[in-house]
């Protein structure tokens, strides 16, 4: 069977800053290559270049961008072009066509008007070969086109230079993204500014493209390990082969088409990000960029990923997959932490201090406890969850907002930090999951007491309306309450998307309702979409993208994905699955595809879970939720060699239990089976 036919890398691609179907774009690259490929056809925002209904085209372009959010960095164009040299953003887009063009994971592919010419490009990790057919010979052109500061210098043979453009400031003060280039025919060159322009007779121009964010040596080096004596076709069917390799350790048979292309384009997206940061020397040694001191050092890193969105569902279906890829991740995010002195938030490229909490402690945790590292590593990496758990500092920029009155309080006083139920609820959270890693590895005293700090959710829950409140540094709650206002206290969501963030302790939260958690979430359900813009000031997209959905659980953002499982941990597994076969329904194969952000597999992993029938609750707590399945039978090559079949018609949802763990999983085998009392 060909999986990778069915992925559609442009589901989900139409966006704007004022609404979410997916903000993503189509990217042609190799799984977690350092390098992404896209059309750019809309500059009018630097973050929203591409529009797959867009019929302009302004060139090829490389990209970072892990989120429209966060940005680009190291990003150039790559065009063609015929006769006079128009190199100017108002100048040098032509109409394409759109209709016909090609946007594969290995292959890109379509047709300029203006200059009559062909692009092609197939993907290496670090590069790509482009080319460019015109229909006739004469002034043919391939020109690079920079952001920011740009250098170029050509000896005849190689192109060469970097870009220094990045949204995000990088601590060392600059990221130079360096690159080797060659034209496989005579040219003659000219640099304008930021651009440069290579000037050829012939028809056909082939470009040899590697990257390095370390040097132009280093870059000539990728160059000849992935480029040189390769064609175009020969790269394609290696990413092709690259990514087949990927989308088959899942089979899905379903007489639904378009939700097996949704179920595969899902895939594709959780195996782009988090992306490779470093590179091999001649040596075969991994380097990188230590983006604090700007000095290339030993070890891997990886890079273009947001721990808040990612923790919930990405790493968890690594951990099934690739725990090898899982692991070096791990070993990356902490060779963060060695060159900084933090583990990381969000990395675009280097550190940026945004969204509450550290989920990274989830993420380190999970790996531990589910024995992904091992040794030594573990030990170093649970040292580090202790640094950042005990000696954060609120003056720093890095490790939890409000982490010092934090630990005085039992709470983030929202007269200290904005957001302060999210910052509470996500220390809380993160607390539970470094006693879960001490618990492992033995350290019984820091177990206990993280155990403990776990259950601070407990000091913010107000009684008398069913919600976690923000509360002052007296404990008094914040005045003139309404159960629809987004912000203030609450991330990308009112009390209602945000007062049931406890994943590790469910039946303690259930407990503070009475026992009546269940009905709850009930009303959640059954009441209409609404809100207030609160302390936002105004609507921002998340709002737009959960009344859209018409309902207040937003599976649209990340904050809602555990609720419809809230259910099943409670011991209804059926009134899960029914709202899970519901929402994932939202999910289509179109250019409106993903009901909000997917941010960085994240949202794409939820939908894979929910086809699986199960979902990580609680990523660190080795177990997993029961729903029940949503293809016909899904085959799962795990990491380990095993299989995992999942048969829907096995299923009896009201004779299994509401829990599987990751080793009964592992084992492999009929999943039915598992779960049956």
């Not at 594969?104 to 092609?120: H, I, L, N, Q, S």
């Not at 989308?247 to 088409?257: G, K, P, Q, T």
């Not at 177990?447 to 407990?458: D, L, Q, T, V």
């Not at 993208?545 to 011991?571: R, T, V």
Request: hydrophobic share 35%.
């Amino acid at each position: 069977m060909n999986f990778y036919q069915y992925v559609n890398t442009r589901m989900g691609t139409f966006n704007s800053h004022r609404f979410s179907n997916g903000n993503v774009y189509p990217v042609t690259a190799v799984p977690h290559g350092m390098a992404s490929f896209t059309i750019q056809n809309e500059n009018a925002s630097p973050r929203w270049f591409y529009s797959p209904r867009s019929k302009s085209f302004e060139g090829i372009r490389l990209t970072h961008q892990p989120s429209p959010w966060m940005g680009d960095y190291g990003n150039l164009i790559i065009t063609g072009q015929r006769g006079e040299m128009l190199l100017s953003e108002e100048n040098r887009w032509s109409c394409y066509d759109n209709e016909r063009c090609v946007m594969e994971p290995a292959y890109m592919k379509g047709y300029v008007y203006r200059d009559r010419y062909t692009f092609e490009l197939a993907p290496s990790n670090s590069g790509a070969v482009i080319r460019f057919t015109f229909e006739e010979e004469g002034q043919n052109r391939v020109n690079l086109i920079g952001d920011s500061v740009t250098q170029f210098e050509c000896d005849g043979e190689w192109i060469t230079g970097y870009t220094n453009k990045s949204m995000n400031p990088v601590p060392c003060g600059e990221l130079r993204e360096y690159f080797a280039v060659r034209l496989n025919v005579p040219f003659t060159f000219s640099v304008h500014g930021n651009a440069i322009s290579l000037l050829a007779r012939e028809k056909r121009l082939e470009v040899g493209f590697a990257t390095s964010f370390l040097s132009v040596a280093q870059a000539k080096l990728n160059y000849q390990r992935e480029i040189e004596g390769n064609t175009l076709e020969e790269l394609r069917t290696r990413a092709t082969d690259a990514w087949e390799s990927y989308l088959s350790r899942i089979a899905v048979e379903d007489d639904d088409e378009e939700k097996k292309a949704v179920f595969y384009t899902c895939m594709y997206r959780a195996f782009l990000f988090p992306r490779k940061f470093y590179e091999t020397d001649e040596a075969g040694t991994p380097r990188h960029v230590n983006l604090h001191s700007g000095k290339t050092v030993e070890g891997v890193m990886y890079a273009d990923n947001g721990f808040w969105d990612t923790y919930r569902t990405l790493f968890p279906f690594l951990s099934l997959i690739d725990t090898e890829l899982y692991r070096e991740m791990a070993e990356g995010f902490y060779q963060y932490y060695l060159d900084s002195g933090w583990l990381p938030k969000w990395l675009s490229p280097a550190n940026v201090c945004c969204m509450p909490g550290m989920l990274v402690e989830a993420v380190m945790a999970d790996a531990i406890v589910k024995e992904i590292i091992t040794g030594d590593l573990a030990e170093n990496v649970f040292k580090a969850l202790l640094h950042d758990g005990e000696s954060c500092s609120d003056e720093s920029g890095y490790g939890r907002t409000g982490a010092l009155a934090y630990r005085r309080y039992g709470y983030v006083p929202y007269t200290v930090a904005k957001e302060s139920v999210n910052e509470t609820l996500d220390c809380c959270y993160g607390d539970y999951c470094i006693a879960m890693a001490a618990q492992k590895l033995g350290h019984t005293e820091e177990a206990e007491r993280y155990f403990g700090y776990a259950k601070n959710y407990k000091k913010i829950f107000d009684p008398e309306n069913g919600f976690m409140r923000g509360k002052d540094e007296e404990g008094k709650f914040r005045p003139a309450f309404n159960s629809f206002d987004w912000g203030n206290d609450y991330t990308e969501g009112s009390a209602w998307q945000s007062s049931f963030a406890v994943y590790h302790d469910v039946a303690g939260l259930n407990e503070l309702y009475g026992g009546k958690l269940a009905q709850k979430i009930d009303e959640m359900m059954e009441k209409p979409a609404q809100y207030q813009v609160g302390g936002y000031g105004k609507e921002i997209h998340e709002m737009s993208e959960m009344a859209d959905g018409g309902s207040l659980c937003a599976i649209s953002n990340q904050p809602s994905f555990h609720i419809p499982y809230i259910y099943s941990e409670l011991g209804d597994v059926e009134k899960t699955a029914a709202c899970v076969q519901k929402f994932a329904g939202y999910f289509r194969n179109t250019f409106e595809g993903f009901p909000g952000d997917e941010d960085n597999g994240s949202m794409s992993s939820w939908y894979l879970f929910a086809c699986f029938g199960f979902y990580p609750m609680s990523p660190s707590r080795p177990d997993f939720t029961m729903s029940l399945p949503l293809m016909k039978k899904i085959t799962v090559k795990l990491a380990n060699g095993n299989v995992l079949t999942i048969d829907r018609d096995r299923y009896c949802s009201e004779r299994m239990k509401n829990k599987v763990t990751y080793e009964e999983l592992m084992r492999g085998g009929e999943l039915a089976e598992m779960v049956r009392k």
